[in-house]
C-alpha cells in the first residue's frame, strides 16, 4: 500500500515568489494534515482537513498561506508571496478519522522548502 | 495550545544497550498518544501508540509506558541498532479532535 505522497521534495524560490506544494494521502483517509516543520523542532500544525472540509484553519497565515482539498482527497498548499521566514520542511499526513477517537496518522516525505 | 516536552535533547548509548526517551503532556485530557521515529531527510515514522486506558503497550523492541498520574510517556527501545538513530517525537491528542500536539524531539545517537 503507497504511503502519503508529497511532491516535490525541494524547492528554493526567491523571496516574493508563489509556490505550491501537493500531497496525495492514503487510500481511504478521510482526515488530511499540513504541518510546518522547523529544524530541530516537532512539527506544527497549519491546516486539518476532514474530507474537504477545513476543519481546522486556525494556525494558517492566511495573509499568504492556502490551501484546498478540492474532492476529499489530494491537496494542494500554496504560499505567496514567499518570505525568507518560510524556509522549513512542510509535511502533509493523514489518518482514518472514526467516531471511536483518534487514529494513527501518518507522514508523507515532506518538501524542504528554501527562500533565498 | 498544549505543551508536550521532552527532558533530554540528546541521548546517545551504546550499540546493545537500551534506550529510554522521555515524554512529558501538560494536557489532563489527552488521551492518545503516538510515538515517532524521524530519519534525516524524511518524514516522521509512526513506531507505537498507546490510548490513555492503558498504561504499557509493547511492539517489536519498542515500549511505551504512560503515566498518566504525573502526565509522563516513556518509549523504551531495546537492544538498540545503529538504525535506530533518529530523532524521536511524543504526539499527543485530544478527544476527538484528531488534533495532534508535538514535543520537540530528542535525538537518539547509537554508538557501534
Known amino acids: 500500500e503507497a504511503g502519503v505522497v508529497q511532491s516535490p521534495r525541494y524547492k528554493i524560490i526567491e523571496k516574493k515568489q508563489p509556490v505550491a506544494f501537493w500531497c496525495n494521502p492514503i487510500?481511504?483517509?478521510?482526515?488530511l494534515y499540513w504541518y510546518l516543520q522547523n529544524l530541530g523542532q516537532g512539527p506544527e500544525l497549519l491546516i486539518r482537513y476532514e474530507n474537504e472540509e477545513a476543519v481546522d484553519d486556525s494556525q494558517l497565515p492566511k495573509d499568504r498561506f492556502s490551501a484546498e482539498r478540492l474532492k476529499g482527497v489530494d491537496s494542494t498548499l500554496k504560499i505567496q508571496p514567499a518570505e525568507l521566514g518560510d524556509s522549513a520542511v512542510y509535511l502533509c499526513a493523514s489518518s482514518l478519522a472514526t467516531s471511536g477517537g483518534a487514529q494513527e496518522q501518518f507522514f508523507g516525505p515532506g518538501t524542504r522548502l528554501t527562500v533565498l | 495550545g498544549e505543551s508536550v516536552g521532552l527532558h533530554l535533547p540528546t541521548l546517545s548509548v551504546q550499540e546493545g544497550d537500551n534506550s529510554i526517551i522521555n515524554c512529558a503532556y501538560s494536557n489532563s485530557a489527552s488521551d492518545y498518544f503516538i510515538w515517532y521515529k524521524q530519519e534525516s531527510g524524511k518524514g516522521p515514522q509512526f513506531i507505537i501508540d498507546i490510548r490513555s486506558n492503558m498504561d504499557k503497550r509493547q511492539g517489536q523492541r519498542v515500549t511505551v509506558l504512560l503515566n498518566k498520574t504525573v502526565k509522563h510517556l516513556s518509549l523504551q527501545i531495546a537492544a538498540t541498532q545503529p538504525g535506530d538513530s533518529a530523532v524521536y517525537f511524543c504526539a499527543e491528542n485530544e478527544g476527538n479532535f484528531n488534533k495532534f500536539y508535538f514535543g520537540s524531539g530528542t535525538k537518539l545517537n547509537v554508538k557501534p
Open positions: 487510500s481511504g483517509h478521510n482526515t
